[in-house]
């Protein structure tokens, strides 16, 4: 039987759309939204904190239309909130806990209703418990982020001591990848590309070796690296770059081989694994310096995630549907 406080409603508010197109054109609120039915293995969140990311708005065109559940559809994979509800066999989580993660285990098969709701359910094999350090907009900026960050790290069997160079180190996942290259994997050194203005931040982030992208090629660079992490979708120019008997890992458009495509799957227990270095000040999340914006600016949040210029995660708070409700993107 599962455990729940006694104040969940039956209907919630949530954005959607019930049709495939440009997200800002799509999308609505709708305040009549059936509340997410939970299994055994599923907790109800009461979201705090939500991210966009652009798989969403790709997700709203259509690409995942052969594994879509019926409209209406609730985008949004990452989320920061709190369990009202546990189901049957959950072991890990109780009602009260503040929770993060990203709610569908894989980004092609994901939930009508996502984070970008008063309520969403998730697996309790995506989740982890929030560090007691972050807030919910802080945490609700990390999963499906740092998830790729570890994982595709970890696909290119990267080791301590070697070099790596990161396409878009000012970026959501490219932030996060300098951070646990350092931090976790202990590299010998840390190459990143960024605009002019963005230089500093990698810095800070602790790059060895930042590279201003509009004034420098990869191609042309006197060392090659052990490891290229391609978050912008250059896999050819990134294969220049490389040494010999070096990887390319890429998760934007399609890889030239032998760079690979990665995917993430969601997994609570990264999160977990990463706690000690999120609540010890090892590894930040980085947010835009717009956030926070309100959450009504939900449509103005993507049209700002299609632009590519956000440092990080923008975060957008004082949400209509619930004061504590956050939206963030990527």
């Given at each position: 039987?599962?455990?729940?406080?006694?104040?969940?409603?039956?209907?919630?508010?949530?954005?959607?759309?019930?049709?495939?197109?440009?997200?800002?054109?799509?999308?609505?609120?709708?305040?009549?939204?059936?509340?997410?039915?939970?299994?055994?293995?599923?907790?109800?969140?009461?979201?705090?904190?939500?991210?966009?990311?652009?798989?969403?708005?790709?997700?709203?065109?259509?690409?995942?239309?052969?594994?879509?559940?019926?409209?209406?559809?609730?985008?949004?994979?990452?989320?920061?909130?709190?369990?009202?509800?546990?189901?049957?066999?959950?072991?890990?989580?109780?009602?009260?806990?503040?929770?993060?993660?990203?709610?569908?285990?894989?980004?092609?098969?994901?939930?009508?209703?996502?984070?970008?709701?008063?309520?969403?359910?998730?697996?309790?094999?995506?989740?982890?418990?929030?560090?007691?350090?972050?807030?919910?907009?802080?945490?609700?900026?990390l999963p499906l982020?740092?998830?790729?960050?570890?994982?595709?790290?970890?696909?290119?069997?990267?080791?301590?001591?070697?070099?790596?160079?990161?396409?878009?180190?000012?970026?959501?996942?490219?932030?996060?990848?300098?951070?646990?290259?350092?931090?976790?994997?202990?590299?010998?050194?840390?190459?990143?590309?960024?605009?002019?203005?963005?230089?500093?931040?990698?810095?800070?982030?602790?790059?060895?070796?930042?590279?201003?992208?509009?004034?420098?090629?990869?191609?042309?660079?006197?060392?090659?690296?052990?490891?290229?992490?391609?978050?912008?979708?250059?896999?050819?120019?990134?294969?220049?770059?490389?040494?010999?008997?070096?990887?390319?890992?890429?998760?934007?458009?399609?890889?030239?081989?032998?760079?690979?495509?990665?995917?993430?799957?969601?997994?609570?227990?990264?999160?977990?694994?990463?706690?000690?270095?999120?609540?010890?000040?090892?590894?930040?999340p980085v947010l835009?310096?717009?956030?926070?914006?309100?959450?009504?600016?939900?449509?103005?949040?993507?049209?700002?995630l299609k632009t590519?210029?956000?440092?990080?995660?923008?975060?957008?708070?004082?949400?209509?549907?619930?004061?504590?409700?956050?939206?963030?993107?990527?």
């Amino acid at each position: 039987m599962a455990a729940s406080t006694g104040s969940i409603p039956s209907h919630i508010k949530a954005w959607v759309y019930n049709e495939y197109g440009n997200i800002e054109d799509t999308l609505k609120l709708d305040s009549n939204i059936a509340i997410p039915e939970i299994k055994d293995d599923q907790v109800l969140i009461k979201v705090v904190a939500a991210a966009l990311n652009p798989v969403d708005y790709k997700r709203a065109r259509g690409i995942f239309k052969v594994n879509e559940p019926p409209f209406p559809t609730a985008p949004g994979y990452d989320v920061a909130g709190v369990v009202v509800k546990v189901g049957s066999n959950v072991k890990k989580f109780k009602v009260g806990d503040e929770v993060y993660g990203d709610i569908s285990e894989s980004t092609v098969k994901p939930k009508a209703t996502g984070s970008l709701a008063e309520y969403t359910s998730a697996e309790e094999k995506v989740l982890a418990h929030k560090p007691s350090n972050l807030s919910f907009v802080e945490a609700a900026s990390l999963p499906l982020a740092i998830i790729t960050a570890y994982q595709g790290i970890e696909r290119a069997q990267f080791s301590a001591g070697k070099s790596i160079l990161v396409l878009g180190g000012a970026g959501g996942v490219g932030s996060l990848v300098i951070q646990l290259a350092k931090q976790v994997f202990g590299t010998s050194k840390v190459a990143a590309t960024a605009s002019t203005g963005k230089l500093e931040l990698l810095r800070e982030l602790g790059v060895d070796l930042p590279i201003d992208y509009t004034k420098d090629n990869i191609e042309e660079l006197p060392e090659k690296f052990n490891f290229v992490y391609d978050t912008v979708g250059q896999s050819e120019r990134a294969l220049k770059a490389v040494k010999e008997g070096g990887q390319v890992i890429t998760i934007a458009g399609p890889a030239t081989p032998p760079a690979i495509g990665f995917s993430l799957t969601s997994d609570g227990g990264v999160l977990e694994k990463l706690k000690p270095y999120l609540e010890s000040g090892k590894v930040k999340p980085v947010l835009d310096p717009k956030s926070p914006l309100p959450f009504s600016k939900v449509i103005e949040a993507f049209s700002y995630l299609k632009t590519t210029r956000a440092t990080g995660k923008s975060c957008y708070t004082s949400n209509p549907i619930n004061k504590l409700n956050n939206a963030c993107s990527i």
